[in-house]
C-alpha cells in the first residue's frame, strides 16, 4: 500500500500535538486557529490512510462505503485548504470585511464538499498502487486550487498588516501544496498531497507557533512578545480586560547587591505565581506584567503583591540590613480607554517610562483622564513639529528697563507657536513637553538662530539696546554640542556675542551640571554672558549663584509680587539683593505690575525691571516700535 508518505506526515503532526500540548499557551485566536488546522490535517491523513486501506480490501467492504469515505477524504482536503485560508487572515480578522471573506469562502468551500459528493468517483487498485480518480477528484483539485491561490492573492494584498513570518510561512506551504498537487497530477501513484499539508503545519510551527517563543525561561512566564500578542488578541475579540505592570526596575533597587536582587526577584517570581485568575507575562528584567479579566480581579492582586512589599526583605540574609523596596505599578483597570492595542500598548510604555523618571511616582493609573491627558499631550507635540515644519515658531520680545539709565537697554526673547488661524500658543503649554521628548533642542535653536537674524536685520543696538536674553532649557544644557553649535549660530549671524545673554535656571543633578558649566565656560571665552532666571521660585539655593558662572540674578514674578504682600518675602528680597550685588551681579525684577512696584524696587536698588507694567512680550515690529517711542 503506497501510504508511508501519509503515515510520516501523521506521525509528524502527532510529534508537533505532543510538543505543543506540553506547553502553556497564551490563549491567542491564532493559537485556536493553528489548533484547528493541525487537528484538520490529521483528520485528512487518517481519512487518507483510510481510504488506501478501504481500496486495497475493497472485496470486503460494500462499494458504496469505499466510495462515500474516499469522497470524504476528498472533501477534508478542501477543508485544509479552507483552514489555511482562514489562518492566513488571522491578523486582520477582527475586520467586519474581512470576517464577511471568510464567511463567503466557508460557503464556497462547503459547495465544493457538496458537488465532491455529488459527482462520481472511480477507484483504481492494482497490486500496491492505489488511487482514486474521475469528476470527484476533478472538482477537489479545482477547489483546493482555487483556495490556494486566493490565500496566496490574499497574503499579496494583505502585505502591510500581515506579520511578515506569518506571510512566509502560509507561502511556503501553499508553494508545498501546489507542487505535490502538481506531481500527484501527474503520476497519481504517488500521493504527496496530504504529507505536504503535515509539512505547512511543520512550518507554521517552527516559524510562528512554536509555544517556546513565548515563554520567559528564567521563570516560565510568557514574555514580551506574547504580552503585545496577547494585548492585540483582547483588542481584536472586544473582550474586557484589566492589566497591572510590576516593575522593580528604579534607582532604589539598582542600590541593591546584585546577588540580593536575585534572591528578591526569586521570591517576588514566587509571589506572582501564587496569583490566581491571571495570564503572567515576564515583560523585561525588572518587571512583571499581570492580565486580568476584570478590575476587581486586579485589585486583588495588587493588594495581595503591595502588601508583601510593605514588609522588608532580605531578612533572613546574615549580615544585611533589611530593605523596605518600592515597586511602581501602572495600573489599566480596564482596557476599554484606549481604542486599539497599539493605543493601549504605547500608554503603558508611556506611562511606565513616566515612573522610572519621576522616583516619586510609585502608582500610575491608566484611566479616561491620564489618556485625555496624554493624547492632548500628543497633539500638541503634532502641533510643535507641524509649526516648525511651516515655520510658525515665532519669537516675542519683552522689553527690560535698566533703573540706572532710565531706557529700555534689553529684552527677552519668548518663543510662540501661531497656529494656522493665526492665533498664539503660548509657551507653558508647550515647552514642557518639547523638553519631555528632546524637541527642545532643535526648538531652542530655533528660537536662537531667530534671535541672531533679528539682530543683524534691524540693529537693535541704534535704539539703545545693550544686549538680549534668551531661555535656555535644562534639557539643551545637558547637550555637549550646545556651545558649538551657538556659537557657529553666531558666527553665521555675524553677531557680537556681548549682545547676547543666556538665561539658565538650576539644573538638578551633579552629572548634568558638569556638561552645564563646560557648556558655560566655553560660551563665556566666547563672549556671551549668563542670567540664572526664576530666582526665588521655590528651589532657589544660594550656593548655585556663588558656584555659577553667571552675571545676572533673574528674580521670579511670584518672588517679586511676594515682596508686596509679606514682610518677611521684602527681608528675603532685600537680603538676597544685597548679597548678589555684593558677588558683584546684577538684579532683575520680573511680573512687575504697577508704578507703585516699579518705584519701591527702583528705590530698593534693583539694577532691571521686566514687567506688564511697560509691556507684555510684543512682536518684532512692536517692539521695534516700542523702543523708538521710548528710548528716544
Ligand atoms: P520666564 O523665562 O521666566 O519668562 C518670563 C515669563 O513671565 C514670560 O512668560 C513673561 O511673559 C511673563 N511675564 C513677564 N512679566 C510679567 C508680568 O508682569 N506679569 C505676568 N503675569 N507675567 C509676566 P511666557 O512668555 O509665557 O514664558 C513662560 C516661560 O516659558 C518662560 O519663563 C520660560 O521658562 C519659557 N520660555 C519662553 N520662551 C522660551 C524659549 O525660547 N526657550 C525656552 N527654553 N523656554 C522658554
Ligand atoms: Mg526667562
Ligand atoms: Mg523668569
Known sequence: MNIQMQVCGLIILLLILFFYKRQETVGLYTEALFQRALYTCMGCLVLDILSVVLIVNQERFPGLLVRAECKMYLVSLVGTGYVALVYACADVYNL????????????????????????????????????????ACIATYIGAVVLILVTLFYTAKRESGMNPRRRRAIRTWMAIWLISALIQLLNSQILLVGFAGALGIFILFFELENPEA?????????????????????????????????????????????????????????LIRRIPETKRFKTDDREFTLMFDNSEQMERAYNMINSR???????????????????????????????????????VRYFRAHCMDNPEIHIHVIDEKSVAQKRERDAMLATIIQAMEEDRVEVFFQPIYSTHTKKFVSAEALVRIRREDGSIIPPGLFIPIAEETGLIVRL????????????????????????????????????????????????????????????????????????????????INYGVSFSLDDFGNGQS????????????????????????????????????????????????????ETAEQLRELERLGIDYIQGYYFSKPIEVERYLEFLKVKNS
Request: hydrophobic share 45%; charged share 25%; with cysteine.
Open 214 to 270: 513565548n515563554i520567559d525561561r528564567k521563570t516560565g512566564f510568557f514574555n514580551a512578545r506574547a504580552f503585545a500578542d496577547y494585548v492585540k488578541h483582547k483588542y481584536n475579540s472586544d473582550e474586557e480586560a484589566a492589566g497591572m505592570l510590576v516593575s522593580l526596575d528604579n534607582a532604589h533597587s539598582n542600590d541593591i547587591r546584585i546577588e540580593h536582587m536575585a534572591d528578591i526577584m526569586a521570591e517576588v517570581t514566587d
Open 444 to 523: 531652542g535653536e530655533r528660537v536662537f538662530e531667530k534671535v541672531c537674524r533679528f539682530i543683524t536685520e534691524y540693529t537693535p543696538e541704534q535704539y539703545g539696546v545693550e544686549y538680549i536674553e534668551i531661555n535656555l532649557s535644562v534639557v539643551q544644557c545637558e547637550a555637549k554640542s550646545l556651545a558649538k553649535c551657538y556659537s557657529d549660530i553666531m558666527d553665521k549671524y555675524k553677531i557680537n556675542p556681548a549682545f547676547i545673554n543666556l538665561e539658565i535656571t538650576e539644573s538638578a543633578s551633579i552629572v548634568m551640571r558638569k556638561t552645564l558649566l563646560d557648556n558655560m565656560r566655553a560660551l
Open 541 to 592: 539655593n544660594l550656593n548655585y549663584i556663588v558656584d555659577m558662572p553667571v552675571h545676572i540674578v533673574k528674580f521670579d514674578r511670584d518672588m517679586t509680587q511676594a515682596y508686596f504682600e509679606s514682610e518677611k518675602a521684602r527681608y528675603v528680597l532685600q537680603a538676597a539683593t544685597d548679597m548678589i550685588q555684593g558677588l558683584g551681579l546684577k538684579v532683575v525684577a520680573e511680573g512687575v
Open 96 to 135: 467586519v470585511k474581512v470576517n464577511r471573506f471568510i464567511k463567503i469562502m466557508g460557503i464556497a468551500a462547503a459547495a465544493v464538499g457538496v458537488v465532491i459528493f455529488l459527482l462520481p468517483i472511480s477507484i483504481f487498485c492494482e497490486g500496491r498502487d492505489v488511487y482514486t480518480y474521475g469528476p
Open 309 to 347: 512589599f510593605q514588609k522588608e526583605w532580605l531578612e533572613n540574609v546574615a549580615n544585611v540590613t533589611p530593605v523596605i523596596l518600592q515597586p511602581y505599578y501602572v495600573l489599566v483597570p480596564t482596557a476599554k480607554v484606549a481604542d486599539s492595542a497599539d493605543e493601549m500598548l504605547g500608554f
